[in-house]
């Protein structure tokens, strides 16, 4: 994606300082200021003009631009003992600002670092990087690394077409993705604040939330979610829920069955209660209504009566 040719380098981006908010599924974000939108912009990487150099970790600020915003604290322990024992093996990329560095790669590695109480790591500076490019490298070496969650992902890839006005084909063609796999990765953003919550915490997959996505209006969405959460529905099950559901209103604007109907009132004529039948390919169920203990006990003395005189007490 990026090679060493830096004919394309832009010097003279500014850097404008994002503010912080906190997003309604719990993560962060940053929204910019108006910064220049150029959608053909292809700054490649190259390490001609960096340095290698340990400097004080003090100086070093984070990346604004940094997808990834959920880092799970047990591994970040374990890498910041690893960074006690060996020290930082790879260095961070840095951007050179007037009042230090900006992080641009290795943001797992610099908290670590921090926790280890390191007071320099090693780094290689880089000069004048322009804010897509932070971004875009920010994005890809989590990608590659596979340490977005999915909403992470989804957040990073809607932020190159916000605040930088590329295209979904030209975020595809930069993180070397398929439109089709960007455009399905974004569209996790408009489920329902909770469930994209959900996926962050891994409580489910994005398997299951592409499948939430095929039912229309948030109630119907979240009702399913619920399911999958107390039943521990698999994706395939979900898919086929979400097939169930979007042929229900078909089957009942078609009008109930007349048989159906006369069986449910000859069943609700002899029990005394609403009775409901579905019927599902060649089989289905029957729903008996009851209030209290008092009337299921009542049920079960008429069906159970009716076994024992040997009349044929339904002739469903």
Do not use: C
């Amino acid at each position: 994606m990026f090679d060493t040719d830096n004919q394309n380098l832009n010097t003279e981006t500014a850097n404008p300082t994002p503010t912080q908010k906190a997003e309604p599924n719990g993560t962060q974000s940053f929204s910019l200021p108006e910064i220049h939108k150029d959608p053909e912009l292809t700054e490649r990487i190259s390490y001609s003009d960096a340095s290698v150099q340990e400097v004080p970790i003090e100086d070093i600020v984070a990346n604004p631009y940094q997808p990834r915003k959920v880092f799970n604290q047990e591994h970040l322990q374990e890498l910041a003992d690893s960074i006690k024992e060996h020290g930082v093996i790879q260095p961070l990329v840095v951007n050179k600002t007037p009042a230090g560095y900006e992080l641009v790669v290795g943001e797992r590695r610099f908290r670590a670092s921090q926790l280890a109480g390191l007071t320099k790591v090693p780094v290689i500076i880089k000069q004048g990087m322009a804010d897509q490019t932070k971004l875009e490298v920010a994005l890809i070496e989590n990608i590659q690394r596979q340490e977005l969650n999915p909403i992470e992902e989804a957040q990073a890839y809607q932020k190159l077409m916000d605040n930088f006005g590329l295209t979904q084909e030209k975020v595809a063609q930069k993180v070397g993705k398929s439109r089709p796999a960007i455009a399905n990765t974004v569209r996790l953003l408009n489920l329902p604040a909770e469930i994209q919550r959900a996926i962050i915490e891994g409580k489910i997959s994005e398997g299951h939330a592409r499948a939430i996505l095929g039912l229309a209006g948030m109630e119907r969405q979240l009702a399913l979610f619920k399911m999958i959460v107390d039943q521990g529905l698999n994706v395939r099950q979900v898919e086929a829920k979400v097939r169930e559901l979007m042929a229900r209103p078909r089957l009942e604007a078609a009008g109930p069955d007349p048989n159906t109907l006369a069986w449910e009132n000859e069943l609700r004529s002899k029990l005394g209660t609403k009775v409901k039948i579905e019927k599902k390919g060649r089989g289905g169920k029957i729903m008996i209504e009851f209030f209290s203990e008092e009337e299921l006990h009542d049920l079960m003395d008429k069906i159970a009566s009716n076994k024992k005189d040997g009349t044929e007490y339904f002739t469903v």
